[in-house]
């Protein structure tokens, strides 16, 4: 798919062309649309699937300059919508910045969201407050992270290749202690590693900047009617608890489940569960 300011995106359909329900899987920052490949598998046969890697990211072009932010990606939303999905129902699901990029899409185009979704899946994300992470950290070890990112947005911004070096097997005891939570498999934690190594340097640190701006509170009120859930792990280091209770407040009719032992990658510590929420939307 080609976006209108030329950005050739990669998408990927499955289900039957004429269903009624068309499931748009939404992925998050660093990630691709493979990290929904678990959930994909377990979603009901008669809908119709849309996956697509963000600009940046996965087989995707790389976000031209100033494109990287979080409103960019809500109007790929709505092209990707407008020409693959142009008529029928909507259950939109959104991982980590995929979540954000479905409440940017609220912010900005009120009318599709009224009149075409009707449900909504939040896994693992956030609303705003995204440039005060802690990852979790004691204190002292927390008031480092923003210098740490700072140093890390430098490296990635000055990254001529387009893509990041690294072995995912050297790399993979960061992602796990990152983005996992407990008894994590280490196909999972290799895949999610390889994905981000095919992630455009330039490009995620300019996303990485847009979401420090991320204050999306008051477009959560465009879906206060739809069918909604919010999911999160109690060991999520980047969208933490917190965070996914905030989003809970603003939706009072929205399910709110919280999952013990797992971190950031529901997608893939609670792939079963995730499917049968949206599956639940859908019907």
Not at 116 to 129: C, D, I, L
Not at 179 to 199: I, N, P, W
Not at 210 to 232: E, F, N, Q
Request: charged share 25%; aromatic share 4%; hydrophobic share 40%.
């Amino acid at each position: 798919m080609l976006t209108s300011d030329g950005t050739a995106l990669h998408v990927r359909e499955s289900g039957p062309s004429t269903a009624e329900v068309t499931v748009v899987l939404v992925h998050g920052w660093t990630q691709d649309n493979t990290c929904w490949e678990p959930v994909a598998d377990l979603l009901s046969g008669d809908v119709r699937v849309l996956r697509y890697d963000h600009r940046g990211h996965g087989a995707s072009a790389p976000a031209a300059p100033g494109t990287a932010t979080i409103a960019q990606l809500a109007d790929d939303l709505a092209e990707l919508i407008d020409e693959r999905a142009p008529a029928g129902r909507l259950v939109l699901a959104g991982h980590s910045m995929g979540g954000m990029t479905i409440m940017a899409l609220a912010e900005r185009y009120p009318e599709l969201v009224a009149e075409r979704v009707v449900g909504s899946a939040f896994v693992a994300t956030s609303s705003g407050q995204m440039d005060r992470l802690t990852l979790g950290l004691p204190d002292l070890a927390a008031r480092r992270v923003p210098q740490v990112e700072s140093a890390l947005q430098v490296l990635l911004e000055k990254r001529r290749k387009d893509t990041l070096p690294g072995n995912p097997r050297l790399l993979s005891p960061a992602t796990r202690w990152l983005v996992f939570g407990k008894r994590a498999r280490q196909a999972d934690v290799l895949e999610v590693t390889r994905q981000a190594l095919r992630a455009h340097p330039v490009s995620i640190a300019g996303f990485r900047e847009s979401m420090r701006g991320h204050d999306r509170r008051v477009a959560l009120a465009a879906l206060r009617d739809k069918a909604t859930v919010v999911l999160v792990g109690d060991r999520d280091r980047l969208c933490p608890v917190e965070h996914a209770q905030v989003i809970a407040d603003q939706l009072p009719n929205a399910e709110y489940v919280l999952y013990p032992g797992a971190g950031h990658m529901l997608t893939y510590e609670r792939c079963r569960e995730v499917a049968g929420h949206i599956n639940d939307l859908i019907t």
